[in-house]
């Protein structure tokens, strides 16, 4: 009796045994798998140009942030400057003696795969416009550039207003031609120089960008960017938006955060309708300030809202300078900001005149001089 008790006892523990092992084998497979599909996720992820599927510009925090910090140069690419989807020889080109078939572009998607997430952005090294040339041989003539192996949404026209900062310039196409060629945008350079040495008037040259640039192709999307500012992230997608977009949501010189609700300074952008809707920016504010407000509050007068991009995506760097000559603070600018809703009917692109100089394309950019005339005599006091 007890040896048969004995003997059913053994039988139970040798089950458990069994079962136990049974189990551990299981989580072991478990493990091993996941481990296995974790690596092939490192090792697919570096293969695709390491961030491909983070990005994030719509501006909604997503659960995990990675930041691929490109410390080597920011176009590292697997061919020296070259893009993802980029050959040297254009790919639109006939190969022998074959008949292109005109294929259809697909769209381009909307994250694009080259991506590098954050980016090392300093100004110490010496800037060569040979330099620039060099690093970017797809760029055509007068700063344009086009992805070859898909369709972009917008065509943009990036407008730059200008007054001799040429040693700017130099750094702000160095980092700006390979982010937007990753970034897989259709677009043209276009810096708007303010001849003579009177009052500097920002919004007014972006007026002129605007219109010039509508002469060289059919852009439907504005980007307005100041010569000294590089994103810090290639995820602040330049293109344009449900609503107008401000970029430059997190400069360095504001501690990276924006400096009031209401700031739309440095980097904006709209689309075609966007920027007709408000009446394009106003003429009248010569010299330093205000203008950004100005078109802030043409923004939300007209019913759109202003989009960013996440804060941790939003960042930038301005080339550190002194307030240059001839564009002194504007004393008027804070009286004329309260006074955007009876000022942006009748000033704006549709009272807008200059006298058109030179336009001149060099290879990286294309240079519009204008002389935009002076600030009206100061009425009187008393
Ligand atoms: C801030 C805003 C800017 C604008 C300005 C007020 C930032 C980063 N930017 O710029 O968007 O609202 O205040 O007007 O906060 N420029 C020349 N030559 C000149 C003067 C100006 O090229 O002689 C151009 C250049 O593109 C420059 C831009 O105008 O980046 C703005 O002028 P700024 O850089 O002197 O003014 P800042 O940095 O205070
Ligand atoms: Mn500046």
């Known amino acids: 009796m007890s040896r048969l008790m004995l003997g059913r006892t053994l039988e139970r523990i040798c089950k458990g045994v069994l079962l136990l092992c049974l189990l551990h084998f299981l989580i072991m497979m478990i493990l091993y798998f996941d481990v296995y599909s974790q690596r092939f996720d490192i090792f697919s992820r570096f293969n695709n140009g390491r961030n491909g ?34 050959q040297l020889v254009p790919s639109s080109q006939p190969d022998n003696n074959h008949t292109p078939s005109p294929k259809p572009l697909p769209p381009c998607p909307e994250n694009p795969p080259g991506l590098v997430g954050r980016l090392l952005i300093e100004f110490s090294s010496q800037m060569t416009m040979e330099r620039v040339q060099k690093e970017n ?31 700017h310039l130099k750094y702000w196409l160095h980092y700006l031609h390979p982010i937007l060629r990753r970034q897989k945008i259709d677009y043209g350079i276009y810096i708007i120089n303010q001849l003579g040495e009177d009052t500097f008037n920002r919004a007014k040259l972006l007026n002129v960008g605007y219109t010039e640039a509508l002469k060289d192709a059919e852009y439907d999307c504005f980007i307005f960017s100041d010569v000294d500012l590089i994103p810090m992230d290639d995820r602040n997608l330049y293109h344009c938006y449900d609503q107008p977009r401000h970029f430059a949501i997190a400069m360095d010189k504001f501690g990276f955060r924006l400096p009031y ?15 007709l809707k408000i009446n394009g920016f106003p003429n009248e504010y ?46 008027q600018r804070f009286n004329k900001i309260q006074n955007t ?38 009425p009187i006091k008393g």
């Not at 797809?138 to 900062?165: L, M, Q, S």
């Not at 609700?261 to 920027?275: C, D, E, M, N, P």
């Open 53 to 86: 599927s983070r990005n994030n510009s719509s501006g909604a925090a997503s659960g995990h942030h990675f930041y691929y910090y490109n410390l080597s140069r920011p176009n590292a690419t697997s061919a020296p400057y070259l893009a993802a989807g980029e």
């Open 137 to 167: 041989p797809n760029v055509t003539e007068g700063g344009r550039y086009k992805p070859p192996d898909c369709r972009p949404r917008w065509k943009v026209a990036i407008i730059i207003p200008f007054r001799h900062r040429e040693n």
């Open 261 to 275: 609700a209401g700031y739309f300074g440095g980097v904006s952008g709209l689309s075609k309708k966007q920027f």
């Open 286 to 331: 010569w010299g330093w300030g205000g203008e950004d407000d100005d078109i802030y509050n043409r923004i939300t007068l007209n019913g759109m809202k202003v989009s960013r991009p996440d804060v941790r995506i939003g960042r930038y760097r301005m080339i550190k300078h002194e307030r240059d000559k001839h564009n002194e603070p504007n004393p």
């Open 341 to 378: 809703k009876n000022t942006m009917k009748k000033d704006g692109i549709s009272s807008l005149t200059y006298k058109l100089v030179q336009v001149k394309k060099y290879p990286m950019y294309t240079n519009i001089s204008v002389e935009i005339g002076k600030p009206p005599p100061r």
